[in-house]
Structures are given as structure tokens and as C-alpha cells.
């Protein structure tokens, strides 16, 4: 199975190639967040403020300088992620992509869609042919993406709905490997520990639904609207060794410094910045 088929409906008008339809779909994409939802890091930029040298520099380097990998980002995605083991500590992900092949997608994470978000990982994105080549030991890494698709969790804002149901309908089917680097989910400020290994939602009742509501009322994203309009959108059964925390297999690093990440939901995030889940509250 191809990751893009030869040809995708862009529109009722007009059928185009797979990386053409791709960039077509996301031709309206602003990635640095539209009007009214942009999303702000819940923690400071470490340091002194940037000194005036460092800024000239700055935009000397970005009038002067090419810069293709980045250029190439041009997919932004909105999702949710959770340590893998620890299925309650979840975080908003905002993932900007690039298409590297009809079956490889790869995407840095970010706690925010404004300038100064935080780059909070890496993910990797392949279609269910690339997986089923993985070695037994390699799948317990990767995550399905098909309950992210239909429950609407996952988003592509600021493009079109015909274009985000084409580009969810090739996403239904893939499998990601994703790493945390900075856990601003736990308000660090600086990057410490090891990198985490992160999981996506396989079934309803799983995220929680005030992490989700923050962001739907920061975005505007009505979910069941979204899961209503996908209930078109063919899956196939999750392929044998994705999604293995389910089955009491949760790989995760030792982080070697002692201290470790708290693995435990904490307070909500304050207003306009990314979301997160949060601890039950004890009756009064």
C-alpha cells in the first residue's frame, strides 16, 4: 500500500499527483498559526533576552541564507500525545512536516505555533507496507494512527475541510515513532533527562476531555463534527506489534542523571498556551 496513491481528490475539479495534490491541499497553510488560535509555550525561553547584535544577526542569517529542510516543512498537524507507560500524561503536539517519499513523512514537534514555541521532539511518519518490513522489536516503538484520524482528534488547521479529509484519509493508515526531547508538558524550562518515548490514543475515553476542550476552544475545532465527517474514511485493523503499551509491553529510556521525569498529570496550562491533562481533583 502506497502512503499517497497515484492520484488524490483535491477537489470535485481536479485530480492532480500525489505531491502535488499534497501541496495543493496545504497551498492555504500559515504555519505560524492563524487568527485567533495561536498557541503560546507555557514556559519561558531560558536566558537573557536577545541582545540587538544577536537579533541583526539573526535576520542577516535569514535574508542570506537558504534553507531547504525547513522550507520543506509545509504540513502542520495538531494532535495529542501521551508518555509511552503512562497513558494519563499527555500533552498537545504541534507537528510541521515535510513528504520525503510516498510512504515517508517526517515531522518536528512544537508546544506552541507561535515564534517562540519550544521544539519538543521529532516524529516519523511511514505507511503500513514500511511497517510490516520492521523488525518484531522495532514495532513496539510505533503507534497507529487510525483512532487519531476517526475520533477527529487530530487536525490540520487553517486548510480547507475537503483538503484535511483527504489529507486524514491517507494518514489513517500509517504508523508513527515519536520522541519528546524537552518536556515542557512538566514546566521544565531547559531540555533535561532523556529523550521519552511518546504514544498516540487507540479508543475513546483515553485522552482527557479537558486537554481536548482546551484546545477545540483555543482552535475552534468542533471534534464530533470532525469524527462525523470521517466516518467515510476507510482503516484497516491495526497491524500486529504497533500500539504494544496496550498489551503491557511500554518501552521507555532510564534517564541516567537520577532524577527522571514526573510521571503524573499536573495542573491545567494557563490560558492560550498548549494543553495538557490534569490531575483529578479531590472532592472538597
Not at 21 to 39: E, F, H, I, N, R
Not at 67 to 94: I, K, T
Request: aromatic fraction near 6%; charged fraction near 20%.
Amino acid at each position: 500500500m502506497r502512503l499517497f496513491p497515484e492520484r488524490v481528490l483535491v477537489s470535485d475539479a481536479a485530480r492532480v499527483s500525489p505531491r502535488l495534490a499534497l501541496s495543493a491541499a496545504l497551498a492555504g497553510l500559515v504555519l505560524t498559526g492563524c487568527a485567533g488560535d495561536d498557541t503560546r509555550s507555557s514556559v519561558p525561553s531560558p536566558g537573557k533576552p536577545t541582545s540587538a547584535t544577536l537579533s541583526v544577526l539573526d535576520a542577516g542569517a535569514a535574508t542570506l541564507q537558504s534553507r531547504p529542510p525547513v522550507e520543506a516543512l509545509n504540513a502542520y498537524l495538531d494532535g495529542f500525545h501521551f508518555y509511552n507507560g503512562h497513558p494519563d500524561v499527555q500533552m498537545e503536539a504541534h507537528h510541521y512536516c515535510s513528504v520525503l517519499s510516498e510512504e515517508f513523512i517526517q515531522c518536528v514537534i512544537y508546544d506552541g505555533n507561535v515564534r517562540d514555541a519550544k521544539l519538543m521532539g521529532v516524529e516519523y511518519i511511514i505507511s503500513a507496507d514500511l511497517f510490516n518490513q520492521l523488525p518484531e522489536g522495532e514495532k513496539r516503538l510505533w503507534h497507529s494512527h487510525a483512532h487519531e484520524v476517526k475520533s477527529g482528534q487530530l487536525v490540520a488547521p487553517g486548510i480547507p475541510a475537503s483538503a484535511e479529509h483527504a489529507l486524514m484519509a491517507k494518514l489513517a493508515n500509517t504508523y508513527g515513532k515519536t520522541w519528546h526531547t524537552w518536556h515542557t508538558d512538566q514546566d521544565k524550562r531547559l531540555p533535561l533527562g532523556v529523550p521519552q518515548l511518546m504514544m498516540g490514543f487507540t479508543a475513546d475515553g483515553q485522552a482527557d476531555p479537558a486537554m481536548v476542550e482546551q484546545r477545540n476552544r483555543r482552535m475552534a475545532i468542533d471534534t464530533e463534527k470532525k469524527r462525523s465527517e470521517r466516518a467515510d474514511i476507510q482503516v484497516q485493523p491495526v497491524l500486529k506489534g504497533a500500539d504494544a503499551w496496550q498489551h503491557g509491553d511500554a518501552v521507555q529510556l532510564a534517564d541516567p542523571t537520577g532524577r527522571g521525569h514526573v510521571m503524573q498529570p499536573g495542573k491545567p496550562s494557563p490560558p492560550g498556551t498548549n494543553s495538557r491533562s490534569v490531575a483529578p481533583q479531590a472532592d472538597p
